[in-house]
Structure formats: structure tokens, C-alpha cells
């Protein structure tokens, strides 16, 4: 079936990088893109960016330029999302979504936690 | 800074009937930014409810439906059951390969 599965739950000093994956499965990966979404603890989503899986070409929110990469792997069907320069506001639940008109699918999260 | 706008929370009745609105703070909701609607229950993922405007996910009963109502999208629940009880988001596109969310609406039943 169609899904994302994304890696496991990461702890980083303020400062630190982080890198999350998103495997996809179960449809052409470079017929979509996908995008990025947090939702901080209590809080509502929030659209980080997007990556077109076909040509890599992406798009960031604009708070978060110069702290974020997204690329996909299109060998492995794999998207990555690298956030730098953690802050304690970075400490959220990271999501990928497969992207056509909307976000259709979605991966089960990535709980990043910022603390020293 | 856009801004896209939804009612913090409301309040509906078992098997009563409750319209969610999505506003935009730059003018009017059309078609052209493909709204959609996203169903959220704690500690889960969103689960996709509705797109480009009103085209239901596969799975999702047609309880749930998606206009444009005025200048905002809206999002309609009838016959609303228990297990209606969530958040709702919806997101907006704006072109160029950006979306912005919604604050959400918290959603309860009783």
C-alpha cells in the first residue's frame, strides 16, 4: 500500500543538527513532491517546505531559510529533511506528506526534542 | 505575512449539523488556492478529509463535505457523531509552491 515511513525520535543539544527521513513505498516517488510539516507540542501545523521529488527543485517557508535542506534520494525512494541550529522552539513532531494538490499521505512523525 | 484564519473551537451536538470556515487575510478564499481539510486526533497524523475545495479522500464518509461559503472555505459536518471530536486544519495554497495552515478549530461533540 502507499505509505511513508519516516525514522525514529531524536534528542539535540541547542545548536545541533538534525536529519529526518521519509521512505516512501507503493507509488511512483518522482510522480509527487513532498512537503514538510511541525506541529510543536500543543500546537497547530506548520508548512516547512517542499521538495519536488522529480527534480529536486524545493521551496521553504520563509522563517526557516538558511536553517533547512530538503532532497530526496531517488534511488531508495527516500526524502530528507536537515534542520540546523536547533533551537528549543525547534522541539516538535515532524511530519512528511506526499504532495500532488494536497497532502494526501502522511508519514506517522518524527518527534525532534531540543534540550540541553 | 499571510494569515489563514479559522474559528479556535466549536461546540456541536450529536447528530447535529456544524459548518468549519477557512479565511484568508489578504482577501477572499477561492478555488485557486485548492483548500483542503485535514482531521487530527491527539498523537496521531492527520488524516486527509477533504481537497481542491470539495473532493473527499477516499474512505471519508459524505457526512463531511467542502464549499467555498462567501469569501472562505468551509468545511460542513452533518450528522456529527462522538468520534467527530478532533481538530481540524485547513491549508491553503498561494502559488509558487507554498501552502500556509490554519490555526485549526478544535471540535467537540455533546
Known sequence: ?116 | QTVVTQEPSFSVSPGGTVTLTCGWSSGSVSTSHYPSWYQQTPGQAPRTLIYSTNTRSSGVPDRFTGSILGNKAALTITGAQADDESDYYCVLYMGSAIWVFGGGTKLTVL
Open chain 1, 1 to 116: 500500500q502507499v505509505q511513508l515511513v519516516q525514522s525514529g525520535a531524536e534528542v539535540k543539544k541547542p545548536g545541533a543538527s538534525v536529519k529526518v527521513s521519509c521512505k516512501a513505498s507503493g507509488y511512483s516517488f518522482t510522480s509527487y513532491g513532498i512537503s514538510w510539516v511541525r506541529q510543536a507540542p500543543g500546537q497547530g501545523l506548520e508548512w516547512m517546505g517542499w521538495i519536488s521529488a522529480y527534480k529536486g527543485n524545493t521551496n521553504y517557508a520563509q522563517k526557516l531559510q538558511g536553517r533547512v535542506t530538503m532532497i530526496t534520494d531517488t534511488s531508495t525512494s527516500t526524502a530528507y529533511m536537515e534542520l540546523r541550529s536547533l533551537r528549543s522552539d525547534d522541539t516538535a513532531v515532524y511530519y512528511c506528506a506526499r504532495v500532488l494538490d494536497t497532502f494526501d499521505i502522511w508519514g506517522q512523525g518524527t518527534m525532534v526534542t531540543v534540550s540541553s
